[in-house]
């Protein structure tokens, strides 16, 4: 069994929803951007009418981690990537992308697809993406607008012999920044390009909480 004095679930995390209406109510007003500006006032709304939907786990962990002056884009963002799916709107640009910088993996999990061999027998499905490429995605990623940026697909992304790099690369570019990894690959270096990047979510591939189970799928 989980330990609570080790172990903090994100439902554990309380917002006073009062200050977010505060908050939101002086971003509003500075917004050079006629949609953003639109799009706070509807969530201000809801808001005034207890409709807190917008905030889910996700949300209130973002906000409880960071200063409230990135409060306004951040809901900007969140709206944008919950409402327009459900109402079938494109952007003009993504406002999220998911880059592979590599496609293999170190781990041969049995639930995975890293262990059809019709895929990893393939090695021109197998490569590392170019730093110069990464650079030039990330690049047009934050010209355009992106606004959540996420390192990972079917590879195991610290595998790449310049993650760190591409890491850092990415500072300060997005609102979210996110890697996913099953953190074999981790050493103090690499630790520390995580932490100074100020990436806000890193993703461990953590299966069970039994031991043996873990490594039985972990493989």
């Known amino acids: 069994m989980w330990k609570k004095k080790h172990v903090t679930f994100l439902t554990q995390n309380h917002i006073d929803k009062d200050k977010i209406i505060t908050v939101l109510e002086k971003f509003a007003p500075s917004s050079k951007n006629d949609s953003e500006k639109k799009i706070i006032m509807d969530i201000l709304k809801n808001f005034k009418n207890n409709d807190f939907s917008l905030l889910n786990t996700q949300e209130i962990q973002y906000l409880s981690k960071n200063t ?8 900007i963002h969140r709206y944008k990537f919950n409402y327009y799916e459900d109402h079938h709107i494109l952007p003009d640009f993504p406002i999220y992308l998911l880059v592979e910088p590599v496609s293999a993996c170190n781990l041969r999990c049995p639930f995975c697809h890293q262990i059809d061999d019709n895929f990893t027998s393939n090695q021109q499905m197998m490569g590392n993406m170019d730093l110069n490429l990464f650079k030039k995605i990330v690049d047009e990623a934050h010209d355009g607008g992106t606004q959540a940026f996420t390192l990972t697909c079917r590879g195991e992304p ?5 993650i760190g790099e591409m890491i850092e690369y990415c500072s300060n570019k997005f609102i979210e920044l996110k890697m996913n990894t099953n953190g074999t690959r981790l050493n103090e270096k ?8 100020g990436m806000t979510e890193l993703v461990f591939s953590v299966d069970s909480h039994y031991k043996e ?3 039985s799928l972990r493989v």
């Open 68 to 75: 409230e002056e990135k409060w306004g884009k951040y809901l």
């Open 213 to 215: 189970e873990f490594e």
């Open 190 to 197: 690499l630790i520390h390009q995580i932490l100074k990047s």
């Open 158 to 162: 610290t595998l790449h012999p310049q």
